[in-house]
């Protein structure tokens, strides 16, 4: 099942990363996002996300359906997130550092974030990032672990209709391209 939405919110050159307190990904900056309620739709999810981990209010709009981040482990089932950017004026008053109850939001560059000596992310993050912000095509970035370590991220593109799919299985068993 996909049961997590993920941001990134760009400004300019900048976007918005959260460093988590808590587990998946303690300590290493990501997007902000979280767990999708009942019946409650991904794109209402992430604005309520954003709403409850930044206090930006962003309108439904004004983000942008990027695709899925979905992994593979032997260690559990299968698991995904619906993607989504969301774009502010490079003017947006919003300083950070930023301390929340998920963690510290902070502004980084693309090209920090980008860096191949930058360790302090989530693991899969510079391999989905670069297409999913040059890109106009959806994907699905399928990240493969093994023993808590990143084996593989295999980008497909798939259509944006996949935002309304919350059945991982079914998706994965399509062949590329469909949902």
Same mark, same amino acid.
């Given at each position: &099942? ?5 941001c ?12 988590? +307190?808590r587990?998946?990904?303690? @300590?290493?900056?990501? @997007?902000?996002g979280?767990k999708?309620?009942? %019946?409650?739709a *991904?794109?209402? %999810?992430?604005?309520? =996300?954003?709403? +409850?981990?930044?206090? &930006? ?8 359906f990027k695709?899925l ?5 032997e ?5 995904? &997130? ?7 004026s !490079?003017?947006? *008053?919003?300083? #950070?550092?930023?301390?929340?109850? =998920? ?6 560059t693309? =090209?920090?974030?980008?860096h191949p000596?930058?360790? @302090?992310?989530?693991?899969?993050? !510079?391999?989905?990032?670069p297409?999913?912000?040059? =890109?106009? #095509?959806?994907?699905d970035h399928?990240?493969?672990f093994? +023993? @808590? ?7 497909? !593109?798939? !259509?944006?209709?996949? +935002?309304?799919? %919350? ?13």
């Amino acid at each position: &099942m996909l049961t997590y939405t993920i941001c990134f919110i760009q400004r300019d050159q900048e976007l918005l990363l959260l460093n988590r +307190e808590r587990s998946a990904w303690m @300590g290493s900056w990501n @997007g902000v996002g979280g767990k999708l309620h009942q %019946s409650e739709a *991904p794109r209402a %999810s992430i604005r309520r =996300e954003v709403i +409850e981990e930044t206090g &930006m209010v962003l309108r439904e709009e004004d983000f942008r359906f990027k695709g899925l981040v979905t992994w593979e482990s032997e260690a559990g089932a299968p698991g995904g &997130m619906y993607l989504y950017t969301a774009m502010v004026s !490079p003017d947006f *008053p919003y300083p #950070t550092p930023v301390k929340t109850d =998920e963690g510290i939001l902070d502004w980084k560059t693309i =090209e920090w974030i980008l860096h191949p000596d930058n360790t @302090g992310l989530a693991a899969n993050l !510079p391999d989905f990032l670069p297409l999913m912000l040059k =890109e106009e #095509t959806c994907y699905d970035h399928r990240c493969f672990f093994r +023993e @808590g370590k990143l084996l593989s991220v295999h980008s497909v !593109p798939v !259509p944006a209709a996949c +935002e309304h799919l %919350s059945d991982y299985a079914a998706m994965r068993s399509t062949p590329a391209g469909s949902c």
